[in-house]
């Protein structure tokens, strides 16, 4: 198995960027690819960006790219989501979760494990 831990979350303003990270532990992370949801308060989980367990195929949810970017250093077994240009309707518990799946996937039930989540709050 594998843990997740996210990190990075916090209240910013509209316009300006963060950065989540997540850090894994247990099983090799190389051999997991990667993905990050979000969740704001009544509404579904929703897809946002996912990379391949080398990080050379990644996927993103229309509503984020160009602004957003997913990427992993295998060494440090941590994967990243670089968040510019934020709106308020980023606002949400963002997670990071592990496939065992061989290709990038959106969907959440090809997820194995999660992490417990960290809040972004983007103020207007």
């Known amino acids: 198995q594998v843990q997740l831990v996210e990190s990075g979350g916090g209240l910013v303003q509209a316009g300006v960027s963060l950065r989540l990270s997540c850090a894994a532990s247990?099983?090799?992370?190389?051999?997991?690819?990667m993905g990050w949801f979000r969740q704001a308060p009544g509404k579904e989980r929703e897809f946002v960006a996912a990379?391949?367990?080398?990080?050379?195929?990644?996927a993103y949810a229309d509503s984020v790219k160009g602004r957003f970017t997913i990427s992993r250093d295998n060494a440090k077994n941590t994967l990243y989501l670089q968040m510019n240009s934020l709106k308020p309707e980023d606002t949400a518990v963002y997670y990071c979760?592990?496939?065992?799946?061989?290709?990038?996937?959106?969907?959440?039930?090809?997820?194995?494990?999660w992490g417990q989540g960290t809040q972004v709050t983007v103020s207007s």
């Open positions: 990379i391949s367990r080398r990080g050379r195929n990644t």
């Open positions: 979760a592990a496939s065992q799946r061989v290709v990038v996937t959106t969907y959440s039930y090809d997820y194995d494990y």
């Open positions: 247990g099983r090799t992370f190389s051999n997991y690819a």
